[in-house]
C-alpha cells in the first residue's frame, strides 16, 4: 500500500525559509522510473507543480520558482525534503508531495499541509 | 511550458444525466514514437488531496467506476461522467505530463448537483 505523508510548521514568518518533508512507504525512490514530486494549491486556486526528484537524483523545479526550491531525498529513510526560501504571503497554500511512476503519471498523494505566511 | 485551460469553469447537472468536461493544451501532448496522449484527470473534493481517475487520456485507473470514461487526442481531450452521482460532486483537473519534468495543470472544473 503506497502511502505519502507531509509534515513542516503550519506558520512561518515572511522572509523565512520553509522545510517540508515527505515521509512515504510502499515503493522505493531507488526504483527505476519513480519520482517524487512537491505540488502546492493556495486556498480556493488551483494546482501549481513545484519540483520533483528522480530515482536516479535528478532534481528538477519550476521555472519561475526554481531560485528558492531545494529538493532532496534520503532513499534509506524514504523521505523527499523540499526547502523554500524567502516566503511571502502569496505562498501561503496547501503543499502536497506525490508519486509519479514511470516517470509520467501522479498517481498516489499525500493528504497535504496547510503552509501559512504571515507575521 | 504547456498551457492548459478546460471549460467550463463549472456546470450543474442532475442526478443521473451525463457530465462533460473539455481540457485543451497548448501544444499537442501526443508522443509519435508510442502514440500516446500524455494526459491524465483529477478529481479533487474539499479538503481531500487530487485522486487519479484516468491517464493516458482514456485508461481509467483502478478502483475508479466506468461512469467516469476520457477521451481526446493531440491537443483536444474531454472527461464524461455518463450518470452523475451525488458522490461526484468535486473539482476535476486536467493535466499534461508530455512536457517533462513540469507537469502542468488545468484550472479545473467545478462539478455540482442541479
Known amino acids: 500500500q503506497v502511502t505519502l505523508r507531509e509534515s513542516g510548521p503550519a506558520l512561518v514568518k515572511p522572509t523565512q525559509t520553509l522545510t517540508l518533508t515527505c515521509t512515504f512507504s510502499g515503493f522505493s525512490l531507488s526504483t527505476s522510473g519513480m519520482c517524487v514530486s512537491w505540488i502546492r494549491q493556495p486556498p480556493g486556486k488551483a494546482l501549481e507543480w513545484l519540483a520533483r526528484i528522480d530515482w536516479d537524483d535528478d532534481k528538477y523545479y519550476s521555472t519561475s520558482l526554481k531560485t528558492r526550491l531545494t529538493i532532496s531525498k534520503d532513499t534509506s529513510k524514504n523521505q523527499v525534503v523540499l526547502t523554500m526560501t524567502n516566503m511571502d504571503p502569496v505562498d501561503t497554500a496547501t503543499y502536497y508531495c506525490a508519486r509519479i511512476r514511470a516517470a509520467a503519471v501522479t498517481d498516489y498523494w499525500g493528504q497535504g499541509t496547510l503552509v501559512t505566511v504571515s507575521s | 511550458d504547456i498551457v492548459m485551460t478546460q471549460s467550463p469553469d463549472s456546470l450543474a447537472v442532475s442526478l443521473g444525466e451525463r457530465a462533460t468536461i473539455n481540457c485543451k493544451s497548448s501544444q499537442s501532448v501526443l508522443y509519435s514514437s508510442n502514440n500516446k496522449n500524455y494526459l491524465a484527470w483529477y478529481q479533487q473534493k474539499p479538503g481531500q488531496p487530487p485522486k487519479l481517475l484516468i491517464y493516458?487520456?482514456?485508461t481509467r485507473e483502478s478502483g475508479v467506476p466506468d461512469r467516469f470514461s476520457g477521451s481526446g487526442s493531440g491537443t483536444d481531450f474531454t472527461l464524461t461522467i455518463s450518470s452523475l452521482q451525488a458522490e461526484d460532486v468535486a473539482v476535476y483537473y486536467c493535466q499534461q505530463y508530455y512536457s517533462t519534468p513540469v507537469f502542468t495543470f488545468g484550472p479545473g472544473t467545478k462539478v455540482d448537483i442541479k
Open positions: 493516458w487520456a482514456s
